[in-house]
T-cell receptor, first 113, second 114 residues
Framework: DAGITQSPRHKVTETGTPVTLRCHQTENHRYMYWYRQDPGHGLRLIHYSYGVKDTDKGEVSDGYSVSRSKTEDFLLTLESATSSQTSVYFC????????????FGPGTRLTVT | AQSVTQLDSQVPVFEEAPVELRCNYSSSVSVYLFWYVQYPNQGLQLLLKYLSGSTLVESINGFEAEFNKSQTSFHLRKPSVHISDTAEYFCAVSESSGNTPLVFGKGTRLSVIA
């Protein structure tokens, strides 16, 4: 299995509070991604990174920010969590943007009350 | 921009029966196509992919998919399913230029009934 961990694995937070999710890889892959998975919507890309301090927006980036200060870590921040951000969040990594396999982490279940 | 349509959100099938999970894509340029599988409470993992060459691609656990350019489809098939195939299956597409991330479909939940 690819070395990807996500923390925390579960989190319950209140509306309006800031939340940071962490993705850590040990594979030295260039690309890292954050997705959210919701019933009926499948997997939607939030942000991705193509190198340290290099990031780009995905399909559903509003309300989220990311940072990548080291190759191995990719942080997803919800500045002020809303109930619509209740979801399962997956981190993924890959060597190439589109042709190589993406390896997924175990997911973080976030509940915003 | 590319898009993916998975025509069935849920597919129930009896054990040892054949199954087809349908995937159609839309793109103005050449594409790469993928099927990912998600077992309960896990992340996604690659099942098979089409990049070029033979339009029929196979996985190690008996699934196959055929790239049909004229019909813009990449349907996933298995001649005989097992209980262990119960999972959610995602079709994904990307531009063959390699400059854009994958775009995933909404998923098809395959339930194998004993």
């Amino acid at each position: 299995d690819a070395g990807i961990t996500q923390s925390p694995r579960h989190k319950v937070t209140e509306t309006g509070t800031p939340v940071t999710l962490r993705c850590h890889q040990t594979e030295n892959h260039r690309y890292m991604y954050w997705y959210r998975q919701d019933p009926g919507h499948g997997l939607r890309l939030i942000h991705y990174s193509y190198g340290v301090k290099d990031t780009d927006k995905g399909e559903v980036s509003d309300g989220y920010s990311v940072s990548r200060s080291k190759t191995e870590d990719f942080l997803l921040t919800l500045e002020s969590a809303t109930s619509s951000q209740t979801s399962v969040y997956f981190c993924a990594i890959s060597d190439r943007l589109s042709t190589y396999e993406q390896y997924f982490g175990p997911g973080t279940r976030l509940t915003v009350t | 921009a590319q898009s993916v349509t998975q025509l069935d959100s849920q597919v129930p099938v009896f054990e040892e029966a054949p199954v087809e999970l349908r995937c159609n894509y839309s793109s103005s340029v050449s594409v790469y196509l993928f099927w990912y599988v998600q077992y309960p409470n896990q992340g996604l993992q690659l099942l098979l992919k089409y990049l070029s060459g033979s339009t029929l691609v196979e996985s190690i656990n008996g699934f196959e998919a055929e790239f049909n350019k004229s019909q813009t489809s990449f349907h996933l098939r298995k001649p005989s399913v097992h209980i262990s195939d119960t999972a959610e299956y995602f079709c994904a597409v990307s531009e063959s230029s390699g400059n854009t991330p994958l775009v995933f479909g909404k998923g098809t939940r395959l339930s194998v009934i004993a």
